[in-house]
């Protein structure tokens, strides 16, 4: 027998030779799973993706939630913004500082602060709150005489 490799031509004959496994006996080789019927939806993915979405809403929600802290004004929600107006007037109704008060309200971004402050002013009144419903109504009306006298607020 050569050694030489040689190239075998189209029309020369092959035969097959069967070697013996060599694995050992107590080695069981498993089969590849047969393909699925080709109608049949793979219902685990499905599965796994709302199981997923769920445990990442749970988790977003109640075990580690988003925490807002030094925040602007602008951006509390409407109940919170309300008790900012309050505490704004309280503190104008205490010190008489008008120009203090316009700018924290300007941090809350009203279109209208007088009105917003009105309104307020309204609803905390008809709630049984008399105290700081008129605080907010004084405050109101020197920002409203401000805005139509400019010239007054500015002299001493």
């Known amino acids: 027998m050569s050694s ?45 993706l709302i199981l997923g ?22 951006t509390l929600r409407a109940d919170y913004k309300d008790l900012y107006r309050a505490t704004i007037a309280q503190a104008y109704a205490a010190t008489g500082d008008l120009a203090r008060a316009e700018s924290r309200l300007a941090l ?17 009144l008809a709630a049984g709150e008399a105290e700081d419903a008129r605080a907010l109504a004084l405050l109101a009306a020197a920002l409203q005489a401000e805005a139509e006298n400019p010239l007054e607020a500015d002299s001493p």
Do not use: C
């Open 53 to 74: 979405f769920l445990l990442g809403l749970l988790y977003a929600w109640w075990v580690n939630p988003v925490v807002y802290s030094d925040t602007e004004p602008a």
């Open 4 to 48: 030489e490799w040689r190239k075998l031509e189209d029309s020369q004959e092959t035969r097959q030779i069967r070697v013996a496994d060599p694995r050992p006996p107590h080695v069981k080789v498993s089969q590849p799973a047969e393909p699925a019927e080709p109608g049949l939806f793979p219902w685990y993915l499905l599965t796994g």
């Open 108 to 124: 809350l971004r009203d279109e209208d602060a007088v009105f917003a402050l009105g309104t307020q002013a309204q609803q905390m």
